[in-house]
């Protein structure tokens, strides 16, 4: 990149040339959520990649995002800025691994968080994410016996809040499991007025103390709608960003990990996107995300279902 290059301007100007669209998760950094065309949840920017007329999708959040826009729009360009941007539940999760967990048990249906490889998803029955889990496990009959994979944590809140009884593949997420009951109560007790907001990636021992559990357009839209002026916001704390912009009056803090702040949280697979590598991304349409097409008409099947039975 040359010095003095205009990265703002740059990015602007390419996103036209290209006809892209930059989608971008509530994870990533600021200066990136600023100059995204869209920025949401996992479900909601899954809706928007198959749905957009652009010939580009540059998608600002981790490969498993990326890889679901491919799935869903084969024809479009997509380029993740860093293709290194993995998941810590993506990597607990080995695609031969979970054939062998599914061969084990006939008689259940693999309901799999988006969260993993094209591999898993192609090897799954219905994609869910954090915002269409429960209404899409209500809609599977009582009597379906059911492999929940990869986030045990989510799993088990979905099992607590349903009274269903899944079986539970052992995969957590990294950043929401760094947060500490200990430091958490700490918070609490000095802002005792404030409501608490977290993830279903996290442990119980955390959701035990939140007044909402959510997905991450979940958590914003009860941030949007308190009446209070502090929030413990127990999720990356990037998605502060939009919370503050909605309401500057109030004090949103991100709940602590052990060593008492929130910085041990933030998603370190999210954080390698920049606006440089952003930038090159649109230049040169690199890197790409490519899909071999039996893979991706099997991912394809469990992701269809989940737009239809979450809409
Ligand atoms: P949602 O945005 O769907 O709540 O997912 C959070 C997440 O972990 C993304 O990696
Ligand atoms: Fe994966 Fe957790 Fe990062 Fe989300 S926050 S991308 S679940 S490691």
């Known amino acids: 990149i040359p010095a003095g290059t205009d990265l703002l301007a740059e990015i602007d100007r390419l996103r036209k040339e290209r006809n892209a669209v930059i989608l971008a998760h509530y994870y990533q950094k600021p200066e990136i959520q600023d100059l995204a065309d869209f920025v949401g949840d996992s479900l909601d920017l899954s809706k928007k990649a198959a749905d957009t007329d652009a010939d580009v999708i540059a998608f600002c959040g981790v490969r498993f995002m990326a890889e679901t826009a491919k799935i869903l729009s084969p024809e479009k360009v997509v380029v993740l800025p860093d293709m290194d941007a993995g ?60 492999i929940f994979g990869p986030d045990k ?23 929401h499991e760094a947060f500490s009951e200990t430091e958490l109560l700490k918070l609490k007790a000095k802002h005792p007025q404030a409501p608490v907001a977290a993830h279903p990636e996290c442990p ?37 960003h939009q919370m503050n912009k909605a309401k500057p009056d109030v004090d949103f803090i991100g709940a602590p990990g052990a060593d008492g702040n929130c910085n041990c949280n933030i998603c370190p697979y999210m954080a390698l996107n920049t606006l440089e590598k952003l930038y090159v991304a649109l230049r040169d349409l690199e890197p790409r995300i490519e899909i071999a097409e039996d893979v991706r008409l099997k991912a394809k099947t469990s992701l269809d279902r989940m737009l239809a039975m979450a809409s």
């Open 153 to 175: 944590h989510l799993g088990g809140y979905l099992a607590r809040k349903t009274g269903r009884d899944m079986l539970l593949w052992p995969g957590v997420c990294i950043v």
């Open 87 to 146: 998941c810590s539940l993506e990597d607990s999760c080995p695609p031969d691994q979970f054939a062998k967990f599914r061969a084990e048990h006939p008689d259940h249906i693999a309901l799999t968080y988006i969260n993993c490889s094209i591999g898993v998803k192609a090897l799954s029955d219905i994609i869910v994410t954090s915002s269409s889990a429960e209404k899409i496990l209500s809609q599977i009959p009582a009597d379906q016996k059911i």
């Open 204 to 240: 119980a021992y955390i959701l035990d103390h939140a007044d909402y559990v959510g997905s991450t357009s979940g958590i914003l839209k009860f941030a949007e709608e308190m009446d209070g002026n502090t929030l413990i916001v127990a999720t990356e704390p990037h998605i502060i």
